[in-house]
């Protein structure tokens, strides 16, 4: 059974860090991308961040220049480093993992379960 199992999120004053770790389990990743996404209350699921196999990354515009995002292809864990976060960065972040195109287009076939990251201002 695939898992993806995200860890990090937490409560952070506007300006400040985290950092979210997602761990992949339970089948062969070789070739996967990973990244990630996040969903504020009331909103739509939007993407944050992707990485290839091989590290190229792809980031949102709203993010650019903030976050970065990293992979450990031997423990197939994805990172995603967050500096400067803002009020408006508040959301449910979830990791998620397949072809490249896929997870760019948000069409993933193995999601996260999400974790909570709020910003107060």
């Known amino acids: 059974q695939v898992q993806l199992v995200e860890s990090g999120g937490g409560l952070v004053q506007a300006g400040g860090s985290l950092r979210l770790s997602c761990e992949a389990s339970?089948?062969?990743?070789?070739?996967?991308?990973m990244g990630w996404f996040r969903q504020a209350p009331g909103k739509e699921r939007e993407f944050v961040a992707a990485i290839s196999w091989i590290g190229r990354t792809y980031y949102a515009d709203s993010v650019k220049g903030r976050f970065t995002i990293s992979r450990d292809n031997a423990k197939i864990t994805v990172f995603l480093q967050m500096n400067s976060l803002k009020p408006e960065d508040t959301a449910v972040y979830y990791c998620?993992?397949?072809?490249?195109?896929?997870?760019?287009?948000?069409?993933?076939?193995?999601w996260g379960q999400g974790t909570q990251v709020t910003v107060s201002s």
């Open positions: 339970g089948r062969t990743f070789s070739n996967y991308a």
């Open positions: 998620a993992a397949d072809v490249l195109y896929k997870v760019v287009a948000g069409t993933v076939g193995y």
